[in-house]
């Protein structure tokens, strides 16, 4: 099928998709601070002159949850030059649109709206970056919203049940129904998913006419046991899913034998983190739909910065080092500069013809040296390429394979760079983090007071949205909370009060009680900082902990042990707790006013500020389903990837 002739434009959408454009990311930086807004001008010109009918945008716009004023002007700037204009638009809406955007105060499509002239209309859900928050549950694309330039659809208000209604178009005689979901914590989502809790509404009539469209951010690759989201969880229904948040650039679309729906994944446009996934050639794509068949454009980007990625085991050069090599440490950094000279010489003949690539490329040389072999200064090496390379200071990484964990015997003396494997961690959330160390730490480390998934969610606000009363406020309800429950149970004796806390913090452990208990805590927490007029603090270095922890492969070079000036958790009776913890065991008083501790035990306990991710749960079976098989030619190239969908029996209405 050809893309030209075959598909009649009348009855053809045209639609732009891309996800994680990450607006704002590095913007400080001398070198990389334009490459997010260079990369969007691209994006929306591509719209422009392709004369699509719609932008679909799969999550995270935005980098920052509270994007600066430089970051939101830029992007009101972009979406006011392409996507307003005198262009009529050829599609009609037909469901209803109250429901559909139903964050605003003008619940209808941007491009009805009687004071706006929209040529290029913009559909986004929100990402896990620019997340709703706060008590009113806004995010930075509601601001854009309220201004006419994008319509934010996909947002769920409730965290019990979940009901997606479709956008329905119509362009000529093809039907589209667009469903979106913005981010949700995957935990959450998969036990929501595991419990029924996710329902898909489907037109009452000619369910068979439409195209069925899903944008999606979440995990797609399976980071645990509970933390990504199956692609058998999604209604078998659809037709092509559009995931964001994974940010290798895999558009290609691929076919789920087992649901008979095929999934695209257009990755991020900004390499926001130096891992192997980032190092692929971004891309985004051109979706056209005509009836129930549909092609797909693979559109290379030309301004993003080049990334080059490469991994180097010094034990495999045997032949020309080994550890006791004399002046080894200089032969290795030899072999480094000559591994980084071929990485910058390859980068300058892709840059052949390429006049709007940036001039320096991002180079990441991942150094293993396992067996005995020392580092090297990797500042005073960085100097020699500082004029040649976009990220002078993180050229080389060290790491280490895997060592066995030694066995913890002596609870004082704990080694906790031992507890923390060294490996390199790609694609890891700081949650993954804490619950690898709780995996390897003993039992005399483990929470004893407060549950996992609550310290959790507190150290995601701090961390992510610079919440820095979190947990703080966390640990004094948990406290205020088990102190009226000890008066309450009448326990006097020191055992007997060890065993009831354990006993009462498991009773609400990773049940949707605690979640929604903690869900308005946090809530609480924001409406109290606001109320008192506190503005959140440059946050620049919580921001890079927070993007590596979610995307890197930085290591525990790049992460301190999670202990280390975290407290320590429970070391036996009537010993004394350190770090903040110990702090955290005797709560400033609140308004509400609080009861006496029942024991001065309880109160010299202090808290390990990590958490564990939720246990793992049972999966959802898809019965399984025949149907015949689909036509479908992908071609590598940049070329048009065309494919077509066969019929197949009418399902259920939902």
């Avoid at 979406?79 to 599609?91: A, E, H, V």
């Avoid at 005509?290 to 559109?299: C, D, S, T, V, Y």
Wanted: glycine letters at 6%; charged letters at 30%; aromatic letters at 6%.
């Amino acid at each position: 099928m050809s893309s030209g002739n075959a598909l009649d434009e009348e009855d053809t959408f045209r639609i732009l998709l891309a996800t994680d454009i990450h607006l704002g990311f590095m913007e400080k930086d001398a070198i990389r601070g334009g490459d997010s807004y260079n990369t969007l001008d691209e994006i929306l010109n591509c719209a422009k002159s392709m004369k699509v009918d719609l932008i679909l945008l799969g999550g995270d716009l935005f980098h920052d949850n509270k994007p600066s004023r430089r970051c939101l002007h830029n992007c009101i700037t972009l979406l006011r030059k392409y996507c307003m204009g005198d262009s009529p638009i050829q599609f009609n809406i037909l469901s209803d649109q109250t429901v559909n955007f139903n964050t605003t105060q003008f619940p209808w499509v941007n491009y009805q709206d009687e004071n706006l002239n929209i040529s290029i209309p913009v559909f986004s859900i929100h990402g896990n970056h620019d997340d709703p928050t706060g008590a009113e549950g806004l995010c930075a694309l509601d601001l854009l919203s309220a201004s006419g330039l994008i319509n934010h659809f996909g947002h769920s208000h409730s965290v019990e049940k979940i009901e997606i209604s479709p956008v329905l178009m119509q362009k000529g005689n093809t039907k589209l129904a667009l469903y979106g979901l913005g981010s949700i914590p995957d935990e959450r989502l998969y036990r929501m998913f595991v419990n029924n809790q996710v329902t898909m509404l489907r037109p009452k009539e000619d369910q068979d006419d439409w195209f069925n469209l899903f944008a999606i951010h979440q995990n797609r690759s399976k980071h645990g046991p509970t933390n990504y989201i199956p692609e058998q969880f999604l209604d078998d229904f659809l037709d092509l899913v559009v995931w964001g948040h994974e940010h290798e650039c895999l558009i290609t679309p691929t076919r789920n034998e087992q649901q008979l729906f095929y999934v695209t994944q257009p990755g991020s446009s900004v390499a926001t983190s130096l891992s192997p996934g980032e190092a692929t050639k971004k891309h985004i794509g051109l979706l056209k739909v005509k009836g129930r068949k549909m092609n797909l454009e693979k559109i290379p980007l030309k301004t993003v910065r080049q990334f080059l990625i490469q991994d180097v085991a010094l034990a495999d050069f045997e032949d020309q080092f080994t550890p006791d090599t004399p002046q080894v440490v200089k032969k290795v950094e030899n072999l480094c500069y000559a591994k980084v000279t071929e990485m910058l010489e390859e980068a300058e003949r892709g840059r052949l013809g390429c006049p709007l690539t940036p001039e320096k490329p991002l180079i990441r040389l991942r150094v293993d040296y396992s067996g005995g072999f020392d580092t090297f200064n990797t500042a005073r090496f960085s100097q020699k390429f500082v004029d040649v390379v976009a990220n002078p200071k993180d050229i080389i990484h060290f790491l280490r394979r895997r060592e066995k964990k030694e066995d913890v015997k002596d609870e004082i003396n704990v080694d906790y760079n031992k507890l923390v494997k060294n490996t390199a961690i790609e694609g890891l959330r700081v949650e993954d983090l804490v619950k690898k160390y709780f995996e390897a730490a003993e039992q005399t480390v483990q929470l004893s007071l407060l549950t996992e998934q609550g310290m959790g969610t507190a150290i995601q606000e701090f961390v992510d949205k610079d919440e820095k009363d979190a947990i703080e406020q966390l640990i004094n309800h948990q406290l205020e909370k088990t102190q009226r429950h000890l008066q309450a149970r009448g326990v006097a004796t020191e055992q007997d009060i060890d065993a009831e806390i354990l006993k009462f913090r498991d009773s609400k452990k990773n049940t949707m009680e605690e979640e929604k208990e903690i869900r308005e805590l946090m809530d609480r927490t924001k409406a109290h900082r606001l109320d008192r007029g506190d503005q959140p603090s440059d946050v620049a270095m919580l921001d890079e902990l927070a993007d590596a922890a979610m995307d890197s492969d930085e290591g525990p070079s790049a992460f301190p042990p999670p202990a280390r000036g975290r407290g320590r958790g429970g070391r036996g009776r009537g010993s004394r707790g350190r770090g903040r913890g110990a702090a955290a065991a005797e709560p400033k008083p609140t308004s509400r006013g609080r009861s006496q501790k029942p024991s001065t035990t309880s109160q010299s306990r202090s808290i390990m500020q990590a958490f564990q991710a939720p246990s793992q749960r049972s999966s959802r079976i898809s019965p399984a389903v025949s149907y015949a098989a689909d036509e479908l030619t992908i071609d590598d190239s940049d070329e048009d990837i065309p494919f077509t969908k066969t019929s197949r029996p009418p399902p259920k209405y939902v």
